[in-house]
């Protein structure tokens, strides 16, 4: 694994009332990787996520982004890093088209200054044309452009989850955090967001992702973190964990 680490857990630990919900966890999470996190119920996944997206400080060790100790940095001072998380936290607002609220999220990285309003008018329209273009990309790649101008309340779940990972993708972020995106969906609607995520990894986007359903991470995954009672039971590439003995005793060979 030659490519730079973007994200690192360095001893993390987290104590709830006398559980241990994870126990010294290291991991880094290289640039360009699809690494997803598994593990049967109680692992300590939604625990972990949580510290990683900053919903939650750990009881010790580290979260570090590009080298630099993010550990105490809540959700929206890791979103101007560079950190992006669907799904939970990506309200979309029911009244607005879906471009509007793609270009909700697009406008947060690019505010106006007040002397362009004022001063430099073509500029600015010339910058909001720019906007709207990306924004019809990022439909275009959730399968929503012909939809565009559609309230975002009229959508059915799985189309409103889409939305929310073109959301999220606008803000361009340097590392993608996904949790469970594919709860809730049906199997169309798994596979549809299967073919979404394998276009962000061709992109190299690095992303972190905690999902139930195996099928999608063996699809879409190069590097498998499991957890089991809060411990790194194994990291590895898709096709050893599949045949990890420890893994297949802890979580595979029961969820068949
Ligand atoms: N806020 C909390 N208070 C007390 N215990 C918690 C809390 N959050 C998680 N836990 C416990 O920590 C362990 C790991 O939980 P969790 O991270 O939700 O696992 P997973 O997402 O893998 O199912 C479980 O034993 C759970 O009951
Ligand atoms: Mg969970």
Same mark, same amino acid.
């Given at each position: 694994?030659? %490519?730079?680490?973007?994200?690192?857990?360095?001893?993390? %630990? =987290?104590?709830?009332?006398?559980?241990?919900?994870?126990?010294?966890?290291?991991?880094?999470?290289?640039?360009?990787?699809?690494? $997803?996190?598994?593990?049967?119920? @109680?692992?300590?996944? !939604?625990?972990?996520?949580?510290?990683?997206? @900053?919903?939650?400080?750990?009881?010790?060790?580290?979260?570090?982004?590009?080298?630099?100790?993010?550990?105490?940095?809540?959700?929206?001072?890791?979103?101007?890093?560079?950190?992006?998380?669907?799904?939970?936290? #990506?309200?979309?607002?029911?009244?607005? !088209?879906?471009?509007?609220?793609?270009?909700?999220?697009?406008? =947060?990285?690019?505010?106006? &200054?007040?002397?362009?309003?004022?001063?430099? &008018?073509?500029?600015?329209? $010339?910058?909001?044309?720019?906007?709207?273009?990306?924004?019809?990309?990022?439909?275009?790649?959730?399968?929503?452009?012909?939809?565009?101008?559609?309230?975002?309340?009229?959508?059915?779940?799985?189309?409103?989850?889409?939305? +929310?990972?073109?959301?999220?993708?606008?803000?361009?972020?340097?590392? #993608?955090? #996904?949790?469970?995106?594919?709860?809730?969906?049906?199997?169309?609607?798994?596979? @549809?967001?299967?073919?979404?995520?394998?276009?962000?990894?061709?992109?190299?986007?690095?992303?972190?992702?905690?999902?139930?359903?195996?099928?999608?991470?063996?699809?879409?995954?190069?590097?498998? !973190?499991? #957890?089991?009672?809060?411990? +790194?039971?194994?990291?590895?590439?898709?096709?050893?964990?599949?045949?990890?003995? =420890?893994?297949?005793?802890?979580?595979?060979?029961?969820?068949?």
């Amino acid at each position: 694994m030659t %490519s730079p680490i973007v994200l690192e857990c360095r001893g993390i %630990s =987290q104590s709830f009332a006398g559980i241990q919900a994870l126990s010294d966890i290291n991991l880094p999470i290289h640039q360009g990787q699809f690494h $997803a996190i598994i593990g049967p119920n @109680g692992a300590g996944k !939604t625990t972990l996520f949580n510290i990683l997206s @900053g919903l939650q400080s750990p009881t010790a060790g580290g979260v570090f982004f590009a080298g630099l100790d993010i550990t105490a940095l809540p959700p929206w001072q890791r979103a101007r890093l560079g950190i992006a998380r669907s799904f939970q936290n #990506l309200r979309l607002f029911g009244a607005m !088209t879906l471009r509007e609220n793609i270009l909700v999220a697009a406008q =947060q990285q690019q505010p106006y &200054r007040l002397g362009d309003v004022f001063f430099k &008018r073509a500029a600015v329209r $010339a910058a909001e044309e720019a906007l709207t273009e990306s924004a019809d990309l990022w439909l275009r790649l959730v399968g929503l452009y012909r939809q565009r101008d559609d309230q975002a309340m009229t959508l059915s779940y799985g189309a409103a989850r889409r939305l +929310e990972l073109a959301r999220a993708l606008a803000l361009q972020p340097r590392l #993608l955090l #996904l949790d469970e995106p594919a709860a809730g969906l049906n199997p169309a609607e798994t596979d @549809g967001l299967a073919e979404i995520m394998a276009h962000l990894r061709n992109d190299a986007l690095t992303v972190v992702l905690v999902e139930h359903d195996m099928g999608l991470v063996m699809k879409l995954a190069d590097r498998i !973190t499991v #957890l089991n009672l809060g411990k +790194e039971l194994a990291t590895d590439d898709p096709a050893r964990i599949r045949v990890n003995p =420890q893994v297949i005793d802890a979580y595979l060979g029961v969820s068949r």
